[in-house]
């Protein structure tokens, strides 16, 4: 007897439709799986016969064959168990559904004794069923949160291979899971650092709210100790909260990562991440024969912070071009070619030389001129062309150390003046996810346009500085996100003069 089951594949984020077919004939008992099957695959024949036995069942006598459709896509993971399972027992007539069974999709891990594990891109599977017509999805109880999230769809949580089986039987006595969208986000969000707890330094918290009011690339450069990393890792706070559809893509890309033991809830603060310099360029942008998210796209909507950034290999930084720029990440391998959202702010740190100290005017630099050299050279002319902000910061000072008390505005008071420039590009282009950061050449025509005076100032500054024609547009797109923090509907003079400093750091001779 043929029973046909419906399930999916994960391809990057997405998942796709995929149908799992039993056979049971007469002859030798023996079970095949084709259709492309990984060694993963292959090997739920055992989990599953022994899930069966587990479970009060037997294991149908006879040649079973399992085909995977479509059989030209190769198909990984351990998500088929299930599917197989319930396909077994249709076909040999161990169950009997009155369910049309091509409206449900189903995904599973089994163990031994028949319990149901958690498997990974539940979430893209709830969205395909949604997309294809398919009104039931069986998942995995731990699934069942972030697959609820997706409401056109009667998501069935199930414990155990029994648990599966009784819905098929009675599906009237299961009632369907729905994420409470909001009660997810009235949850407390995680405690992230204060700007209140940074001495001093106020002129880079300024960068870093501009950063985050138009979205903008940071790079700091200053010695050891002055408080680079503890201002990166505060900027998520003052960052607006996401907004359900933010959080829905970027749970989506967190979904299809295998986090045993971790919630599969949805995501709700923004992402910071913040890969060692020894991360290659596959864990950089994703890929690898078991297909994962790289750090660039699981800092979607987020921060993505390089400490040290000259100690990342040159081909590393190098991959980063694209998704700056973009807003993207395209894979392509032998075996697929995937696209991954990856629009981040790249927040990056540095020294100004090896041992750090060059800038440090309380300590001598033990770096020869050669030694230096090739320290800055690690960092390519394009991707410093793409990095909007780059501030110096110093050495703090004994009073700044010593003061008491809070010095400057927190990050809630923070988080509110760039929730207002936020608004105000909302308002002027339209839609909340375009910053300025993210304007193209006519849009950055139309929405920059600069006075005489201030274009000659801008003049004055391309011709000392060298500028190109990429940092011309950087300091546009700052210009206008400072006018923005000053509730100015024209970029002014001040408003230039200021975005210029920002790009006026001498970065070989610092």
Do not use: W
């Given at each position: 007897?043929?029973?046909?089951?419906?399930?999916?594949?994960?391809?990057?984020?997405?998942?796709?439709?995929?149908?799992?077919?039993?056979?049971?004939?007469?002859?030798?008992?023996?079970?095949?799986?084709?259709?492309?099957?990984?060694?993963?695959?292959?090997?739920?024949?055992?989990?599953?016969?022994?899930?069966?036995?587990?479970?009060?069942?037997?294991?149908?006598?006879?040649?079973?064959?399992?085909?995977?459709?479509?059989?030209?896509?190769?198909?990984?993971?351990?998500?088929?168990?299930?599917?197989?399972?319930?396909?077994?027992?249709?076909?040999?007539?161990?169950?009997?559904?009155?369910?049309?069974?091509?409206?449900?999709?189903?995904?599973?891990?089994?163990?031994?004794?028949?319990?149901?594990?958690?498997?990974?891109?539940?979430?893209?599977?709830?969205?395909?069923?949604?997309?294809?017509?398919?009104?039931?999805?069986?998942?995995?109880?731990?699934?069942?949160?972030?697959?609820?999230?997706?409401?056109?769809?009667?998501?069935?949580?199930?414990?155990?291979?029994?648990?599966?089986?009784?819905y098929l039987l009675n599906p009237q006595k299961f009632m369907p899971y729905k994420t409470d969208y909001t009660e997810r986000f009235l949850?407390?969000?995680?405690?992230?650092?204060?700007?209140?707890?940074?001495?001093?330094?106020?002129?880079?918290?300024?960068?870093?709210?501009?950063?985050?009011?138009?979205?903008?690339?940071?790079?700091?450069?200053?010695?050891?100790?002055?408080?680079?990393?503890?201002?990166?890792?505060?900027?998520?706070?003052?960052?607006?909260?996401?907004?359900?559809?933010?959080?829905?893509?970027?749970?989506?890309?967190?979904?299809v990562v295998s986090r045993r033991g971790q919630s599969n809830g949805l995501v709700r603060t923004r992402p910071f991440r913040s890969p060692?310099?020894?991360?290659?360029?596959?864990?950089?942008?994703?890929?690898?024969?078991?297909?994962?998210?790289?750090?660039?796209?699981?800092?979607?909507?987020?921060?993505?912070?390089?400490?040290?950034?000259?100690?990342?290999?040159?081909?590393?930084?190098?991959?980063?071009?694209?998704?700056?720029?973009?807003?993207?990440?395209?894979?392509?391998?032998?075996?697929?070619?995937?696209?991954?959202?990856?629009?981040?702010?790249?927040?990056?740190?540095?020294?100004?030389?090896?041992?750090?100290?060059?800038?440090?005017?309380?300590?001598?630099c033990r770096c020869s001129p050669g030694e230096i050299q090739r320290y800055l050279n690690k960092v390519s002319g394009p991707l410093l062309?793409?990095?909007?902000?780059?501030?110096?910061?110093?050495?703090?000072?004994?009073?700044?150390?010593?003061?008491?008390?809070?010095?400057?505005?927190?990050?809630?008071?923070?988080?509110?003046?760039?929730?207002?420039?936020?608004?105000?590009?909302?308002?002027?282009?339209?839609?909340?996810?375009?910053?300025?950061?993210?304007?193209?050449?006519?849009?950055?025509?139309?929405?920059?346009?600069?006075?005489?005076?201030?274009?000659?100032?801008?003049?004055?500054?391309?011709?000392?500085?060298?500028?190109?024609?990429?940092?011309?547009?950087?300091?546009?797109?700052?210009?206008?996100?400072?006018?923005?923090?000053?509730?100015?509907?024209?970029?002014?003079?001040?408003?230039?003069?200021?975005?210029?400093?920002?790009?006026?750091?001498?970065?070989?001779?610092?």
């Amino acid at each position: 007897m043929l029973a046909r089951v419906q399930s999916a594949f994960i391809l990057g984020i997405e998942a796709f439709p995929l149908v799992v077919e039993v056979d049971i004939a007469g002859g030798k008992n023996e079970t095949e799986v084709v259709g492309l099957a990984d060694t993963a695959v292959k090997e739920s024949r055992e989990r599953i016969t022994t899930a069966l036995r587990n479970s009060g069942f037997t294991f149908p006598r006879g040649r079973v064959v399992v085909n995977l459709a479509p059989a030209d896509v190769r198909k990984e993971g351990s998500y088929l168990d299930l599917p197989i399972a319930m396909g077994v027992l249709l076909a040999g007539s161990l169950v009997l559904t009155k369910l049309d069974i091509s409206k449900v999709m189903i995904a599973g891990e089994l163990a031994l004794d028949g319990s149901i594990r958690h498997v990974p891109g539940t979430l893209a599977m709830a969205i395909l069923a949604r997309k294809t017509g398919v009104k039931i999805l069986i998942v995995p109880q731990c699934n069942a949160e972030e697959a609820g999230l997706v409401h056109d769809v009667d998501v069935i949580p199930v414990s155990t291979l029994n648990d599966a089986v009784n819905y098929l039987l009675n599906p009237q006595k299961f009632m369907p899971y729905k994420t409470d969208y909001t009660e997810r986000f009235l949850k407390d969000s995680p405690s992230i650092p204060d700007f209140e707890d940074v001495k001093g330094q106020a002129h880079v918290k300024r960068a870093l709210t501009i950063s985050a009011a138009g979205g903008h690339n940071v790079l700091m450069i200053g010695p050891p100790g002055t408080g680079k990393t503890m201002l990166a890792s505060r900027l998520p706070g003052i960052l607006p909260e996401m907004s359900f559809e933010e959080a829905l893509e970027t749970t989506q890309i967190y979904s299809v990562v295998s986090r045993r033991g971790q919630s599969n809830g949805l995501v709700r603060t923004r992402p910071f991440r913040s890969p060692h310099h020894t991360t290659s360029t596959v864990a950089m942008v994703g890929g690898g024969v078991s297909f994962q998210p790289g750090e660039v796209s699981l800092a979607h909507n987020g921060v993505l912070f390089l400490d040290e950034l000259p100690e990342f290999s040159r081909a590393t930084l190098e991959v980063l071009r694209q998704p700056l720029e973009e807003g993207f990440v395209h894979i392509r391998r032998a075996n697929y070619a995937v696209t991954l959202p990856s629009r981040f702010i790249m927040v990056s740190a540095m020294n100004p030389c090896p041992c750090g100290c060059r800038t440090d005017p309380k300590k001598s630099c033990r770096c020869s001129p050669g030694e230096i050299q090739r320290y800055l050279n690690k960092v390519s002319g394009p991707l410093l062309d793409r990095i909007d902000l780059h501030i110096e910061v110093p050495a703090l000072s004994f009073e700044d150390l010593s003061r008491e008390g809070t010095v400057g505005p927190n990050s809630t008071m923070i988080r509110n003046h760039v929730q207002e420039a936020r608004g105000r590009q909302a308002n002027r282009f339209g839609r909340t996810t375009l910053l300025n950061a993210h304007l193209d050449s006519k849009q950055l025509k139309r929405f920059c346009k600069l006075s005489e005076s201030a274009k000659k100032l801008l003049l004055v500054a391309i011709e000392k500085l060298g500028l190109s024609a990429r940092a011309y547009d950087k300091v546009l797109k700052v210009a206008r996100t400072i006018a923005d923090l000053d509730n100015s509907d024209s970029v002014l003079d001040s408003h230039i003069a200021e975005a210029v400093q920002y790009r006026s750091v001498d970065f070989r001779s610092i």
